[in-house]
């Protein structure tokens, strides 16, 4: 089965200073892989998108995020946060029918001045 | 391209009553997704429609069901509404690829 979890469930940056979320990613197979984001009361956005072709996703707003198989890992940064990258982040993972998006519990990132 | 729209943006309803909400996806998308996202629970996927069948389907109760029509827009139902149906229903478009464009939400509140 495939599953993902997101290994803070809270992180706090100070603006101008580097983003790290991490997410850890179990699966059977070669998995698609996104970061999505959520700002308060607003819908799903998504950030990136691995589907085994380059290991390096650069994504939008300068996010981007490395899959590592031998780690089963696959983090989002980014170089310096911004106050408006303040959100919910969600790592997903796509279920084997490639249709069903499994999701992690979600990192809230806060930004402070 | 007009985005995943979602009606109505917010609902109250009372135990036991039943609900239909609808989504009407990306211009050009057959695939139309639901998921319900709480507090407790996190995003859990409901199920997925392709061309007016259903072709995926989550770990909720027969309360939960769909319909999609052949301009692939998508209603959600839920009968009998209970207390812990109360979340945020997101629905998601997707077209060729497999990334999925997510609408801005139903909040359902169930009293």
């Known amino acids: 089965a495939q599953s993902v979890t997101q290994l803070d469930s809270h992180v706090s940056v100070s603006e101008g200073t580097p983003v790290l979320l991490r997410c850890n990613y179990s699966?059977?197979?070669?998995?698609?892989l996104f970061w999505y984001v959520q700002h308060p009361n607003k819908g799903l956005q998504l950030l990136l998108k691995?589907?085994?072709?380059?290991?390096l996703v650069k994504g939008i707003n300068g996010f981007e995020a490395e899959f590592k198989k031998s780690e089963t890992s696959f983090h989002l940064t980014k170089p310096s946060a911004h106050m408006s990258d303040a959100a919910e982040y969600f790592c997903v993972v796509s279920g084997q029918a490639g249709t069903a998006l499994i999701f992690g519990k979600g990192t809230t990132l806060s930004v402070s001045s | 391209k007009a985005g995943v729209t979602q009606t109505p943006r917010y609902l109250i309803k009372t135990r036991g009553q039943q609900v239909t909400l609808s989504c009407s996806p990306i211009?050009?998308?057959?695939?139309v997704s639901w998921y319900q996202q709480t507090p407790g629970q996190g995003l859990q996927f409901l199920f997925e429609?392709?061309?007016?069948?259903?072709?995926n389907k989550g770990n909720f109760p027969g309360r939960f069901s769909g319909r999609q029509f052949s301009n692939s827009r998508s209603e959600m139902n839920v009968s009998t509404l209970e207390l812990g149906d109360s979340a945020l229903y997101l629905c998601?478009?997707?077209?060729?690829?497999?990334?999925?464009?997510f609408g801005p939400g139903t909040r359902l509140t169930v009293l």
């Open positions: 998601a478009s997707s077209g060729e690829g497999n990334e999925q464009f």
């Open positions: 699966s059977s197979y070669s998995p698609s």
């Open positions: 691995y589907t085994s072709a380059a290991t």
């Open positions: 429609y392709f061309s007016e069948t259903q072709r």
């Open positions: 211009s050009g998308h057959r695939s």
